[in-house]
């Protein structure tokens, strides 16, 4: 069934939200995704027959990853210190609550994904290169434990 209104993403940039607080600006995310085990029921007939039946298996909801791609270096210098707490053990303060925000070309808000206990697993600076002029590709991967549209 269509949506009410028919209308589709466009958007031209997408901002982190930590705790009600932004983060960062990125170029990229993907990862945004709901998902759910699946398990097969495999069952003999009298008759000889097979029968098969696809199941949820458990969590309706299972954890998953987003990635977000940047070029911005004071995202880099907020991300590190969020990725430190993990590298530090400090795990338990390093998961919070936080928002995707999709922003379309005029910087309004098009729609929003939240995530709940979402903690940084990895943080990648591209490769630096000193005959290059362009600039560096930052990467995020953002383990979550729920995600849904707001």
């Not at 795990?91 to 729609?111: C, K, L, P, V, W």
């Not at 943080?123 to 953002?142: F, K, M, R, T």
């Amino acid at each position: 069934m269509p949506g009410k209104d028919e209308e589709f993403y466009l958007g031209n940039s997408f901002a982190l939200e930590v705790d009600s607080v932004s983060v960062a600006l990125f170029t990229e995310v993907s990862g945004l995704e709901s998902a759910t085990d699946v398990t097969e029921i495999v069952q003999q007939m009298k008759d000889g027959k097979t029968w098969k039946k696809r199941v949820p298996a458990g969590d309706a909801n299972k954890p998953g990853t987003l990635t977000l791609k940047t070029k911005s270096v004071g995202a880099a210098e907020a991300l590190w210190k969020w990725r430190k707490e993990i590298i530090d053990g400090k795990t338990n303060d390093a998961m919070r609550n936080g928002s995707i925000i999709i922003y379309d070309n005029q910087m309004e808000e098009q729609g929003r994904w939240n995530f709940v206990k979402g903690w940084p697993s990895k943080l990648s600076i591209g490769a630096l290169s000193a005959g290059s002029n362009d600039a560096v590709d930052i990467e995020l991967s953002l383990e979550y434990e729920q995600l849904a549209p707001a």
